[in-house]
């Protein structure tokens, strides 16, 4: 019995759920997320240490004398990078297509 693989059938699929969601998020509030400076950045980094880096110097001049708002940057970004290596080459971590 010949089964798909996950990967191959899910990467599609996710791929038009996030395009559906940007256009969404487009509609709604009338600002193109691909269009974000803060994209192009993204699109040059090749690890998840990387998007860390670049998110931390994000957020530095956003923090008044304390850390809540990057605790949760390590492990939002580890998942995220387990999941974009779970769902395989179809979609990449940080490169979005149109």
């Not at 600002?31 to 994209?39: G, T």
């Not at 939002?76 to 387990?82: E, Q």
Request: hydrophobic content about 35%; aromatic content about 6%.
């Amino acid at each position: 019995m010949s089964h798909a693989n996950p990967t191959t059938s899910s990467s599609p699929n996710f791929q038009l759920i996030f395009n559906n969601a940007l256009e969404t998020y487009k509609k709604r509030t009338k600002n193109d997320l691909l269009a974000h400076p803060l994209v192009a950045q993204l699109q040059n980094c090749t690890s998840s240490s990387a998007v860390l880096a670049l998110i931390h110097q994000q957020v530095q001049g956003l923090q008044r004398g304390d850390d809540r708002l990057t605790k949760w940057l390590d492990p939002t970004v580890s998942v995220l990078h387990a999941f974009s290596e779970t769902l395989g080459e179809g979609v990449s971590m940080v490169c979005l297509t149109k």
